[in-house]
Nanobody
Framework: VQLQASGGGLVQAGGSLRLSCSSS????????VGWFRQTPGREREFVAG????????SYADSVRGRFTISRDNGKNLVHLEMNSLKPEDTAVYYC?????????????WGKGTQVTVSS
């Protein structure tokens, strides 16, 4: 399974971006998918995750209320809608899929997409 995150870019504080995660080689419609981010010198941190059918969704406290994760299993896509962006949201964003249908046990990782929020 190869994952690819896309949709990053440069945006002003208060703006919005929509990231997308797709997979090739095998569908991840039966797997939980998560978004993570990392800045230089810091560990990768969990941002949001969705179970296979979006029945359970989890957010980091720092993004709850501003970010929304969603998935379209028919199109094999998972999105991260990011609103009210802050400069501290600047990071490389990665998507990952789990071995199973529930959030956690992340196994497959994709290349990231850069998000830069200017003040």
């Amino acid at each position: 399974v190869q994952l690819q995150a896309s949709g990053g870019g440069l945006v002003q504080a208060g703006g919005s971006l929509r990231l997308s995660c797709s997979s090739s080689g095998r569908t991840f419609s039966n797997n939980a998918v998560g978004w993570f981010r990392q800045t230089p010198g810091r560990e990768r941190e969990f941002v949001a995750g969705t179970s296979w059918n979006a029945g359970r969704i989890s957010y980091a406290d720092s993004v709850r209320g501003r970010f929304t994760i969603s998935r379209d299993n028919g199109k094999n896509l998972v999105h991260l809608e990011m609103n009210s962006l802050k400069p501290e949201d600047t990071a490389v964003y990665y998507c990952a899929s789990a071995r199973g249908s529930t959030i956690g046990n992340w196994h497959y990782w994709g290349k990231g997409t850069q998000v830069t929020v200017s003040s």
